[in-house]
């Protein structure tokens, strides 16, 4: 991650934060969508989206060759994703787990 020298580690923990709510105030999809929009280059925004277009995939097993060949998501980025949905902090498996039970809706939290 990109570290501003002229930054605390708390100034850049706040600044973490603050994004978190600022995405947290948004209330639907095409909201999210707008925000994402603004905030990200459209590089940006295309890895995110390949990053979580993988992780039903992995959830279900498939071979990482499998979720290449559909997705087009590059191998490196497919085994980034696994060890960050089986060691990381928990944020791939909980928005999986809450759109499978049914949180698919346009509201964006609630």
């Given amino acids: ?13 706040l600044a973490e934060t603050r994004l978190a709510e600022a995405l947290l105030s ?3 999809v095409e909201e999210c969508r ?15 989206a390949d990053r979580w277009a ?9 071979p990482y060759r499998e979720i290449h060949r559909h997705t087009g998501v590059s ?3 497919i085994g980034r994703v696994a ?10 498996a909980l928005a999986a787990r809450r759109l499978k039970g049914g949180n698919q ?5 609630g």
């Fill in 1 to 13: 991650m990109k570290s501003h020298k002229t930054l605390t580690p708390r100034q850049e923990a």
């Fill in 26 to 28: 948004v209330r639907s």
């Fill in 34 to 48: 707008a925000f994402l929009r603004d905030l990200c280059t459209p590089a940006e925004l295309q890895a995110m």
């Fill in 54 to 62: 993988v992780v039903n995939d992995l959830e279900r097993g498939l």
């Fill in 75 to 77: 191998i490196t980025t």
């Fill in 83 to 92: 060890r960050y949905l089986a060691t990381g902090n928990g944020g791939y």
């Fill in 105 to 109: 809706g346009s509201q964006a939290h």
